[in-house]
């Protein structure tokens, strides 16, 4: 059974740094890219940062450039998500999610709450 599970979110102030993980289990995700979504209250699903393991390419989206950074770990089977430099705005639940590069078959992780306050 797949699963991935976050963690790393909780509570910071404007400016501080956070770390997510992302483990995922049931199968090799070596051929995935993994990635990292966000949902704020009352808002869509927005792309944050994803990487492939063995192309080692990572994207972001604008709000994270400059100040998050992907990486994977594990022969590609965890990911991490450093954010620096957090601003309120980046309150919201956190999803990890991967994605086969083969058969475009994904899974989402249940998220993790991450809240920035002023």
């Known amino acids: 059974q797949v699963q991935l599970v976050e963690s790393g979110g909780g509570l910071v102030q404007a400016g501080g740094s956070l770390r997510l993980s992302c483990a995922a289990s049931g199968r090799t995700f070596s051929s995935y890219a993994m990635a990292w979504f966000r949902q704020a209250p009352g808002k869509e699903r927005e792309f944050v940062a994803a990487?492939?393991?063995?192309?080692?390419?990572?994207y972001y989206g604008n709000s994270a450039k400059g100040r998050f950074t992907i990486s994977r770990d594990n022969g590609g089977d965890t990911a991490a998500l450093q954010m620096d430099n957090l601003k309120p705005d980046d309150t919201g639940v956190y999803y990890c999610?991967?994605?086969?590069?083969?058969?475009?078959?994904?899974?989402w992780g249940p998220g993790t709450q991450v809240t920035v306050s002023s």
């Open positions: 990487s492939t393991w063995r192309r080692r390419t990572t």
């Open positions: 999610h991967a994605e086969s590069l083969a058969t475009l078959v994904d899974f």
